[in-house]
């Protein structure tokens, strides 16, 4: 909506917003989560980019259908790059600013990065970004879904699932009926795919997100697809899931769309 290229730094809130004063005038734009958006106390539209003078402040308030709202500005954030990103990690504490959440009192610059023309969203071809009550994931066979039996994988298509308290950036944790493997034998560690769903030994499906480790040991009975991974990022506690299953092609081709959408919208 601010027309930056789609790598330039951007701020991601969590649960609640954020209020910030801007000491020069500047474009932003808002998507994510619904939150209220206010500058200098007016309510202002999620759909298109707006100008901010010198001097206001803006105000985002808690996330009502989701968890993270993102907040734009022309020419991004200047940050430092590590390892090719502005992302902060903040479990190894590096990243963003000095790898930690902001605080009162710190100072983002406004950086210098080319950009595009400004422009509205085109809300009714926009994809979902926020969560209302029941969802459903559309995933693709895990590597190891052999390894359940046709019971148990009835069970994980079939029954809902409640996000537990335990979720954040590294994976969400599920709770429902049990799901149980057909070899309890120990998994050799293989390489773990972003959005895959492991299932411990406790028969409660994991879903493995950003922050994810690189390895694991549980056998993977699912994974979320690339297209609906921006819906797993605004699942919260006591949120409820359902999985659906899709094939490889039919996965690729929601994932074209949606860049498709991406690309035609940038263009504009």
């Not at 619904?34 to 001097?55: L, Y």
């Not at 809300?123 to 994931?137: A, K, L």
């Not at 308290?165 to 309890?184: D, F, K, P, W, Y």
Request: charged share 20%; proline share 4%; aromatic share 6%.
């Amino acid at each position: 909506m601010v027309g930056n290229h789609e790598n330039a730094p951007a701020l991601e809130m969590t649960l609640s917003g954020v209020r910030l004063k801007f000491g020069e005038s500047a474009v932003i734009s808002i998507a994510g989560a619904e939150c209220s958006f206010e500058i200098d106390g007016n309510p202002v539209s999620r759909r298109q980019a707006v100008q901010i003078g010198s001097g206001a402040v803006l105000k985002c308030g808690r996330m009502s259908n989701g968890v993270r709202t993102y907040l734009a500005v022309q020419g991004g954030f200047d940050v430092p790059l590590v390892l090719g990103s502005a992302s902060t990690n903040m479990v190894a504490r590096f990243g963003g600013v000095q790898g930690r959440m902001l605080r009162k009192g710190d100072q983002l610059q406004i950086g210098t990065l080319p950009v595009r023309k400004a422009r509205v969203l085109d809300v009714e071809n926009m994809p979902r970004s926020g969560i209302t009550g029941e969802t459903t994931f559309r995933v693709t066979r895990g590597v190891q879904q052999e390894w359940f039996a046709a019971d148990a994988l009835l069970t994980f298509f079939s029954q809902p699932f409640k996000v537990t308290e335990q979720c954040g950036r590294t994976g969400i944790r599920l709770v429902g009926e049990r799901i149980a493997a057909l070899n309890t034998s120990q998994l050799l560690t293989d390489g773990i795919p972003l959005g895959a769903i492991q299932v411990p030994p406790e028969g409660q499906p994991i879903i493995l997100f950003v922050d994810q480790q690189t390895t694991g040991g549980y056998p993977k009975i699912a994974n979320v697809i690339a297209a609906d991974m921006h819906l797993v990022g605004q699942l919260r506690p006591q949120d409820v899931v359902r999985f659906r299953e899709v094939s490889i092609s039919e996965a690729v081709h929601l994932l074209r769309e949606q860049e498709n959408w991406l690309k035609r919208f940038s263009r504009e």
